[in-house]
């Protein structure tokens, strides 16, 4: 009898394995991102809207400076981070971590000035805040003072300002005189405080952002949790190409501002989001596979059966 009982109950797992994970206790995982910008969305998308449910998992998203996610991750607080940049560096040194998935192919960074300052010129003897002293964000503004014929080393002062919202509030209240910005505080800045949108780093040249990386020992002893984030981070990525209102709802719990005239403009049209460096989540002729598309990395995700292609610094390789 008990045999009869349980039968129908295994057949069911093994046929909707991601029902019978939302029936059992959700396993807990920290992850960590950077800035509260649009860079992040997919994993904002995913938890407000219960992807990370869906794979059995309780996400915890904590925002904290990349270099700090480094030593957490390395440590194993923390199950995954979103700092490619730092990352990828990291890596070089010799930090035993991953990088599985990458959104962006080109850094949504835009060089930003106080009213007053309307030309690189006046920016000479200024202060421009950073999030993390050699990240993405960093790495971007650097290369656009040098491209305007501006030396950073000399002409301008370097200043740890915290994130992208922190950044420009500290660009309102004059303690910093030039910002690099994401949207949606890119637009605030434009359209409310009338900031100078002097140059943007996604014209200029290419570079990842926006990835999900993970420790070496997790991809051999956790190789199912791991797949399930990734899962629901696709998910959220997925969401967040095809419904705008409900995308539109999320990002302004994450990001900090409170000018809602703005958000008709940060909404995800598909056409914009192309041109900001986001290669969307397709689904393929088969219903079973989705894709993720980088300049860099491109990987069939099945359900089942994954090839994940890892960063290791000096190569390239697939696990399955």
């Not at 910008?37 to 998992?57: C, H, K, N, P």
């Not at 990352?87 to 930090?95: K, M, N, P, S």
């Not at 419904?243 to 909404?267: C, D, M, Q, Y």
């Amino acid at each position: 009898m008990a045999l009869l009982i349980l039968l129908p109950l295994l057949i069911f797992a093994l046929l909707f394995p991601s029902a019978a994970r939302s029936q059992a206790p959700l396993q807990r995982v920290v992850i960590t991102y950077s800035s509260r910008s649009i860079a992040s969305i997919d994993l904002f998308v995913a938890q407000e809207r219960g992807f990370f449910r869906e794979e059995g998992l309780d996400p915890q998203l904590v925002q904290v400076r990349a270099t700090a996610a480094i030593a957490a991750i390395v440590s194993g607080e923390v199950h995954a981070l979103g700092s490619i940049g730092s990352a990828v560096r990291a890596i070089q040194r010799g930090a035993p971590i991953k990088v599985l998935a990458v959104s962006l192919r080109r850094p949504l960074f835009w060089l930003v000035s106080r009213p007053e300052l309307k030309s690189f010129r006046e920016l000479k003897g200024k202060v421009i805040g950073t999030t993390t002293i050699g990240g993405s964000q960093h790495t971007a503004g650097i290369r656009l003072l040098r491209k305007a014929g501006l030396d950073p080393d000399k002409d301008v002062t370097v200043v740890l300002a915290g994130d992208v919202p922190t950044q420009l509030q500290a660009l309102v209240n004059g303690s910093i005189q030039i910002g690099i910005l994401s949207p949606p505080s890119l637009i605030v800045a434009r359209d409310k405080y009338k900031m100078n949108v002097l140059a943007g780093a996604m014209d200029e040249f290419a570079s990842l952002q926006n990835d999900l990386g993970v420790l070496e020992k997790n991809l051999r002893e956790q190789k199912e949790l791991v797949k399930r984030i990734l899962r629901a981070r696709a998910k959220g990525s997925r969401y967040f190409q095809q419904n705008e209102r409900g995308s539109s709802e999320v990002l302004p719990k994450f990001s900090a501002s409170t000018f809602r005239p703005l958000w008709k403009l940060i909404a995800s049209r598909a056409p914009p989001l192309r041109r900001m460096g986001f290669r969307p989540m397709r689904r393929s002729a088969s219903t079973s596979r989705w894709t993720l598309r980088s300049s860099v990395f491109r990987h069939q995700f099945r359900p089942q059966r994954s090839s994940i292609f890892l960063y290791s610094g000096r190569s390239t390789k697939s696990w399955g």
